[in-house]
């Protein structure tokens, strides 16, 4: 069956007459083109639902945000009901009064078919997720980089990216960088002259602000060094601009739409694409916040979620100790470090 406005309007109304928990106004706002958002929706970021002339129905959370698309009427019902319901905490609970396969539906964070993830039964900030906060704030560095593959080597990926090869040899540490004298040098001189690698889990890992200009760390480079994945993990807390960067043999896996910002993430509703190529994460970050409703931060959430669905982890004890291997970056014709 065709969905037209007229088919979905029904719907919903049969819908809502049978639920104590909906009515015929908390349909979203509907149109004939993403452009008619901001005149229609009137929430900024909430679901717009734009009903295309072969009766494809696409969810829209501004004029540039396209968040799913299906021509399943019931699909397109549940994703209405979950804008109008939308409490993490008592979520699943509401969706299973008004249809229990929409409950089971929420609490997967996925599509139809797909079953639920096992509890994590695990402290949620012990592996990534506890240097979620003080890195919003560009603490310890701006960047977290990930990589994995076959017998990927940490300090191979810091020469890679430009870091001074003597240091590298030797084993050199945070503490012994910051233990170096020089005049003028503060905390923030030795952190942007510095960075920090090593391997945690399965993935090799390097923090640091900046890299020096005319270093090669492209894909061909860390493809060579056998890198197949890599996340990259970038805050700008001046510009609120925190991206969310994940390439997998040698292709971006976002969906087809450019830079990710995890400001984008709101607490119960999935950021990425219904369906897509990233809702695994939405799967992940679902079942982070089911199972940790301590958590009040959104950007500690997503971070378990990426622990959880990517195994990312960094060594928190030899980070604050400053015993996580670093060096500084090798000297360039400008000088610069």
Same mark, same amino acid.
């Given at each position: 069956?065709q969905i037209t406005e007229h088919t979905l309007r029904q719907a919903w109304h049969r819908i809502a007459a049978g639920s104590d928990l909906?009515?015929?106004?908390?349909?979203?706002?509907? +149109? #004939?083109?993403?452009?008619?958002?901001?005149?229609?929706?009137?929430?900024?970021?909430?679901?717009?639902? =734009?009903?295309?002339?072969?009766?494809?129905?696409?969810?829209?959370?501004?004029?540039?945000?396209?968040?799913?698309?299906?021509?399943?009427?019931?699909? =397109?019902?549940? $994703?209405?009901?979950?804008?109008?319901?939308?409490?993490?905490?008592?979520?699943?609970?509401?969706?299973?009064?008004?249809?229990?396969?929409?409950?089971?539906? $929420?609490?997967?964070?996925?599509?139809?078919?797909?079953?639920?993830?096992?509890?994590?039964?695990?402290?949620?900030?012990?592996?990534?997720?506890?240097?979620? #906060?003080?890195?919003?704030?560009?603490?310890?560095?701006?960047?977290?980089?990930? $990589?994995?593959?076959?017998?990927?080597?940490?300090?191979?990926?810091?020469?890679?990216?430009?870091?001074?090869?003597?240091?590298?040899?030797?084993?050199?540490?945070?503490?012994?960088?910051?233990?170096?004298?020089?005049?003028?040098?503060?905390?923030?001189?030795?952190?942007?002259?510095?960075?920090?690698?090593?391997?945690?889990?399965?993935?090799?890992?390097?923090?640091?602000?900046?890299?020096?200009?005319?270093? #090669?760390?492209?894909?061909?480079?860390?493809?060579?060094?056998?890198?197949?994945?890599?996340?990259?993990?970038?805050?700008?807390?001046?510009?609120?601009?925190?991206?969310?960067?994940?390439?997998?043999?040698?292709?971006?896996?976002?969906?087809?739409?450019?830079?990710?910002?995890?400001?984008?993430?709101?607490?119960?509703?999935?950021?990425?694409?219904?369906? +897509?190529?990233?809702? $695994?994460?939405?799967?992940?970050?679902?079942?982070?916040?089911?199972?940790?409703?301590?958590?009040?931060?959104?950007?500690?959430?997503?971070?378990?979620?990426?622990?959880?669905?990517?195994?990312?982890?960094?060594?928190?004890?030899?980070?604050?100790?400053?015993?996580?291997?670093?060096?500084?970056?090798? #000297?360039?014709?400008?000088?610069?470090?």
């Amino acid at each position: 069956m065709q969905i037209t406005e007229h088919t979905l309007r029904q719907a919903w109304h049969r819908i809502a007459a049978g639920s104590d928990l909906l009515d015929d106004t908390m349909l979203p706002p509907t +149109g #004939r083109s993403r452009e008619q958002y901001a005149q229609l929706a009137g929430d900024p970021g909430g679901l717009f639902l =734009v009903l295309d002339e072969d009766g494809t129905v696409r969810g829209y959370r501004s004029p540039y945000q396209e968040v799913f698309a299906t021509q399943d009427l019931d699909q =397109v019902l549940y $994703f209405a009901s979950e804008e109008a319901v939308r409490n993490p905490a008592e979520h699943a609970e509401m969706l299973d009064r008004i249809n229990p396969a929409w409950g089971s539906r $929420f609490r997967s964070g996925g599509m139809d078919g797909t079953r639920p993830a096992q509890p994590c039964g695990r402290d949620p900030l012990e592996r990534l997720a506890w240097i979620a #906060r003080t890195w919003c704030e560009q603490d310890p560095y701006t960047n977290l980089a990930f $990589f994995r593959g076959e017998g990927i080597s940490a300090e191979q990926l810091a020469l890679l990216h430009g870091a001074d090869p003597e240091q590298t040899a030797a084993g050199t540490r945070l503490s012994d960088l910051r233990g170096m004298d020089g005049a003028g040098r503060d905390h923030w001189d030795i952190a942007w002259e510095t960075f920090c690698f090593g391997q945690a889990g399965d993935w090799a890992f390097l923090m640091y602000h900046d890299t020096p200009p005319g270093t #090669r760390a492209d894909s061909a480079a860390l493809s060579r060094l056998g890198v197949t994945e890599t996340v990259r993990l970038s805050a700008c807390e001046a510009k609120a601009i925190y991206t969310f960067d994940y390439m997998r043999d040698g292709r971006r896996i976002d969906d087809d739409r450019g830079a990710l910002e995890m400001i984008h993430y709101n607490r119960g509703r999935a950021p990425y694409y219904r369906g +897509g190529q990233l809702d $695994f994460l939405n799967q992940a970050i679902r079942r982070a916040e089911l199972d940790h409703p301590e958590l009040t931060d959104e950007f500690e959430l997503y971070f378990h979620a990426l622990d959880d669905a990517l195994g990312l982890q960094l060594p928190q004890q030899d980070i604050q100790e400053g015993t996580v291997q670093a060096a500084q970056w090798a #000297r360039t014709d400008s000088g610069r470090g």
